[in-house]
C-alpha cells in the first residue's frame, strides 16, 4: 500500500493515496481501484497490464500449468504460482491475472470514469 509521506491514518485523503504500480497520485483524471489493505492500481497502469497479462497472452486456461515463481498479489495479497504482470516501475509490485481483471470490469462499468477495458 502506497501513501504520501506524512499521510494521516485517521483522515486519509484522495491525493494521500498513490498507484502501487507507478507511484502516482489519485486524481479524478487518474482513477484507481483498490485491493486488499489499501493497495491501489491506477487507470493507465491497469491499461498497460491489462493489455499485457490478459489481452495479449490470450485465454487463461493456462493458469493452472504454469510454472513460474510464486509471488504474491499486490492486490489480493495471495501468494500465486500463475503468471502475473509486474510493473515495470516498482519491482515489487506484481498483479494477478484474475485481479486486473476485476478491476478492469470495475472501471469499465463505472459511467463516472472514461476508462475502456482494452480489447
Known sequence: MMRRDGTNDENVQMSDVMCDSCGSEWTLERPMVEGHQGSCICGPCLMVAYTELVVDAGPDDD?????????????????????????????????????????????????????????
Open 63 to 119: 493458469d493452472d500449468e504454469a510454472t513460474v515463481e510464486e509471488r504474491s498479489c499486490t492486490l489480493c495479497l495471495e501468494a500465486k504460482t500463475i503468471p502475473m504482470w509486474q510493473s515495470p516501475m516498482t519491482e515489487t509490485a506484481w498483479f494477478c491475472r484474475q485481479c486486473l481483471k476485476r478491476a478492469a470490469g470495475v472501471l469499465h462499468k463505472d459511467p463516472d470514469i472514461p476508462w475502456v477495458k482494452p480489447k
